[in-house]
């Protein structure tokens, strides 16, 4: 599976950004794409998850309420939409995938796509 991540960039806090996951491949099956981002001088952590198989998701509680995970059939993606933006959501996000069950743990995660670059002005 290759991935590739777009829809960064540079926003005031309080608005809005749409981050893209185009998947290459089998999605098909227990599938889970999930996303991650890495603050400034911080470790890689989890944000969101979707699986293919049943539509469940997963959020980060920090933005519970602001972002919202779907997946768009036609293009084989899934988005990231992001609401409410705040300073502290600026860092590089990145796209990742597995095989298997959900869940927020990134070493089960074999697939990453490239990173892309949210900054939160204040």
């Known amino acids: 599976v290759q991935l590739q991540a777009s829809g960064g960039g540079l926003v005031q806090a309080g608005g809005s950004l749409r981050l893209s996951c185009a998947a290459s491949?089998?999605?098909?099956?227990?599938?889970?794409t999930g996303w991650f981002r890495q603050p400034p001088g911080k470790e890689r952590e989890f944000v969101s998850a979707?699986?293919?198989?049943?539509?469940?998701?997963l959020y980060k509680d920090s933005v519970k309420g602001r972002f919202t995970i779907s997946r768009d059939n036609a293009n084989n993606t899934v988005n990231l939409q992001m609401n409410s933006l705040k300073p502290e959501d600026t860092a590089v996000y990145y796209c990742?995938?597995?095989?298997?069950?959900?869940?927020?743990?990134?070493?089960?995660?074999?697939?990453w796509g490239q990173g892309t670059q949210v900054t939160v002005s204040s």
């Open positions: 990742a995938g597995r095989y298997g069950a959900i869940m927020e743990y990134i070493r089960y995660y074999n697939y």
């Open positions: 491949g089998r999605t098909s099956g227990n599938y889970v």
């Open positions: 979707f699986s293919w198989r049943d539509g469940r998701k």
